[in-house]
């Protein structure tokens, strides 16, 4: 059975303490991982897919990694805004997107 | 643009009673998914279709569910009767193609609390 486990559960940094969140996953035939950011009262929005091991992506203070058990998302620097909860999704054979639990993400000033 | 809407946003009803969601998806976006998140769970898929026709709804729960897309347009998510574990957000998401990686517009969820 495809699972998706997120670690930590929440997380709380100062503003410009870097740091990375964990995405371990067990899935036949992975055709993608994706992560969400997910404001409180709103819908996960989309940050990147990943495909294949060995795969990095970045957005501002946010980067992607893939491996073949686990992705991580990497926080440089993060800013209060950045507060939000973080969820990794991956994608089997179909359509359907497996999520994690999430990790609520706390960045104080 | 708009993105996807959803009504109601929050929705109180009585074990029994029946409630019908609504998903606005973008325009021009053929598919179209309903998700759900209950409580202290991950969010979890439901069905999906492409235009009018459910190309996968293995996620539903059981027969007290009916999701309808008339026109390819807007779609519809009934629970008749509703039971006290249907309570949890329901999300509406639409995307443009089914390319593996295409992202997915999420609208900002419907809170069911079934007393």
Redesign the interface.
Known sequence: EDQ?TQSPEALRLQEGESSSLNCSYTVSGL??L?W?RQDP??????LF?L?SAGEEKEKERLKATLTKKESFLHITAPKPEDSATY?C?V?PP?????????TSLLVTP | EAGVTQFPSHSVIEKGQTVTLRCDPISGHDNLYWYRRVMGKEIKFLLHFVKESKQDESGMPNNRFLAERTGGTYSTLKVQPAELEDSGVYFCASSSSIRVGEKLFFGSGTQLSVL
């Open positions: 998706v055709r993608g994706f969400y009262g709103k819908g996960p929005e989309f897919t495909y969820l999704a994608l179909g359509y359907a997107l497996n999520f994690g639990k999430g």
